[in-house]
């Protein structure tokens, strides 16, 4: 059987236009045969495994295709998705799909606070009052000492 010409493709061979007699490739060739290519794109799966008693979950992306990332099923965490078990290598969802992919979670604790503190507005606030504060008896032993 010839292979597809076109990437990301399979070929199956039929004899009729409307391709619905497939060719028996076995059958011997007696006089000028036609045929008729009929073209289907090929379809990936791309595996999100999220670890541990999370199902993993999958979806569907025709070749050279881009697949878009699921939402965290742990609450408070983000997710990163990894091309290995080890959560080293990220995959890049820019990245054009040409075969089955299994992709890894590592689950990210979400932060609290500014500044990767989970300390939350209230210590800054009080840091605000207590640098305020400080100001001010700086000012006022600067007009003490100017009399």
């Given at each position: 059987a010839a292979e597809s010409k076109k990437e990301g493709y399979t070929v199956e061979w039929y004899t009729d236009e409307a391709c619905t007699s497939a060719f028996d490739f076995d059958t011997a060739i007696t006089a000028d045969t036609v045929l008729y290519a009929k073209y289907t794109v090929i379809e990936f799966t791309v595996t999100f495994?999220?670890?541990?008693?999370?199902?993993?979950?999958?979806?569907?992306?025709?070749?050279?295709?881009?697949?878009?990332?699921?939402e965290s099923k742990k609450e408070g965490y983000t997710v990163e998705w990894y091309t290995d078990e080890a959560c080293t290598a990220a995959f890049d969802f820019d990245t054009a799909i040409t075969a089955d992919t299994v992709l890894y979670a590592k689950y990210v604790k979400e932060s609290k606070g500014g500044c990767g503190s989970d300390m939350g507005a209230g210590f800054y606030a009080l840091l605000s009052l207590t640098g305020a504060a400080l100001a001010c008896a700086l000012f006022v032993r600067r007009k003490k000492e100017d009399k």
């Open positions: 495994n999220h670890g541990g008693d999370i199902a993993a979950e999958s979806k569907y992306v025709v070749y050279g295709g881009k697949v878009t990332a699921v």
